[in-house]
């Protein structure tokens, strides 16, 4: 379809989506598409809720936009109350904005600016983890360890330090339990944190499961545990970004509270808007608001379309869903069909090394020698070819490259609606299968 779009890849000849059903997109050919990873985790509620749709014509009847300089609104008062009612212990403030990435950028400045209002002017630096994947705005890609997302932009990167992920597939080692193996690398933290210097870092940014450029990889027992133990220690700012993992991917509101731990902020998104408005909050700790309502006065961060009540009215009936039809239980549920689907079908392929994850946020590692974990050589193109086959199939899903060393390493990220049926998981895994063995063939 020619025309004026400037497209994320200028290779690729995309279809025109025209329409949603549930757990399916449909494109101008009629043909049908099973949604298997909520686009890129965001989906969580299909393409056709009648619900969300009904409270978007009702909130555009009454205001469509009121710039936050000037008013607040009734949908982004009602938002901010039901976020909290359900954050974790300590979370009481709720940032509104309009995506992910601008979550993450709020959430750095902020802990910049707290450190300022506090009077430790010192405190600059951010330590991240490896393979983590923070946003694409030049300072969450910063603080992100995505290798391949980094090198075209590193001058212009902000120096960020990056320890070990909690990888236990890939980093435990033989007789070590998953428990030890989570404080030794959760004791890096403190390693890097003495290394710059505590006075100088301000914070610790991870996603409690590890989003795209893992694979639905989350923290082993009494991993986070320990982080939040180092960040006390030493002052430091302990930031959970939940913005694919977060809204009740992975069964509970937010992926943290699985693990029972309250961090200092927290970003989330995706699911947040589930896909039928673009919204994205930072959630934080009075101590952290107080300190500029008391100093400054001012937080200097803004854009134009943060807190717009239309995101707000979506946000608040997606909200409403997850709670009102009791769909965290749905996820846990669902969660554990999908993973015994998988490990039926996966269990035992020689090509297929782990099946991971939590709630309806699954991964499954491709290798090249199970026994070894040796990944394929990445000029095979493994990952793609797993998406160019599964999407000719009917089937959207997320394969991605890099899990290794950010060059090697294969996996698919699955996190299809909360809605998804168990005939529409056979199919998932069917065509996944089908697209998997497909590509091993090439």
């Known amino acids: 379809m020619p025309g004026h779009i400037f497209p994320r890849s200028a290779k ?17 050919t009629g043909k049908r598409y099973l949604d298997g990873s909520g686009g890129a985790a965001v989906s969580c509620l299909g393409h056709s809720d009648a619900g969300i749709r009904a409270a978007l014509h009702a909130q555009i009847d009454k205001l469509a936009f009121a710039h936050t300089s000037f008013f607040t609104s009734e949908p982004a008062e009602t938002l901010a109350d039901g976020l ?17 990435s601008e979550a993450v950028e709020a959430a750095l400045k902020l802990a910049r600016q707290y450190f300022l209002e506090i009077g430790q002017p010192q405190r600059h630096r951010v330590i991240a983890r490896r393979h983590s994947y923070h946003g694409n705005t030049l300072g969450a890609l910063a603080a992100g360890g995505n290798a391949a997302r980094r090198l075209p ?3 212009l990167l902000v120096e960020t330090s990056h320890i070990a992920p909690c990888y236990a597939y890939r980093g435990r080692a033989a007789g070590e339990t998953p428990e030890a193996y989570g404080l030794r690398v959760a004791d890096e933290l403190e390693t890097e944190i003495l290394r710059l210097g505590p006075e100088s870092v301000m914070a610790f940014i991870c996603e409690p499961v590890v989003g795209a450029s893992l694979g639905a990889v989350p923290a082993v027992p009494g991993y986070l545990a320990r982080i939040r133990r180092i960040c006390d220690r030493h002052g430091v700012l302990l930031i959970f970004d939940e913005v694919m993992c977060g809204m009740g991917r992975t069964g509970t509101m937010f992926a943290c509270q ?3 731990i309250s961090p200092d902020m927290i970003t989330i998104a995706k699911g947040l808007g589930a896909g039928y408005q673009p919204i994205g909050a930072l959630l934080t700790t009075a101590r952290l608001h107080d300190a500029i309502a008391d100093g400054s006065g001012s937080f200097m961060n803004g854009h134009t379309y943060m807190g717009h009540p239309m995101a707000a009215a979506a946000a608040n009936a997606v909200l409403d869903a997850i709670t009102g039809r009791d769909l965290l239980a749905r996820v846990q549920a669902q969660g554990d069909k999908l993973q015994a689907a998988l490990e039926a079908e996966f269990g035992q392929h020689p090509h297929v090394g782990d099946i991971r994850g939590r709630g309806l946020f699954r991964g499954v590692e ?7 974990k040796a990944p394929f050589d990445p000029a095979r193109g493994i990952n793609a070819r797993i998406k160019a086959l599964a999407f000719e199939a009917g089937l959207i899903c997320y394969p991605l490259g890099g899990s290794v060393d950010g060059t090697r390493g294969d996996h698919v ?9 168990d005939a ?16 091993l063939a090439a």
């Open 258 to 260: 699985h693990d029972g």
């Open 84 to 100: 909290i009612d359900h954050a974790p212990d300590g979370i009481e403030r709720v940032y509104l904005v309009s995506g992910g």
């Open 366 to 372: 491709i290798v090249e020698d199970r026994e070894t």
């Open 413 to 421: 990220m699955l996190a299809p609606p909360f809605i998804i049926e």
């Open 153 to 155: 932009f590193a001058p």
């Open 12 to 28: 690729a000849r995309l279809p025109v989506a025209t329409g949603g059903d549930g757990c399916y997109l449909i494109d101008s």
């Open 424 to 439: 529409q998981i056979d199919e998932l895994v069917g065509k996944l299968a089908a697209a998997i063995r497909g590509a």
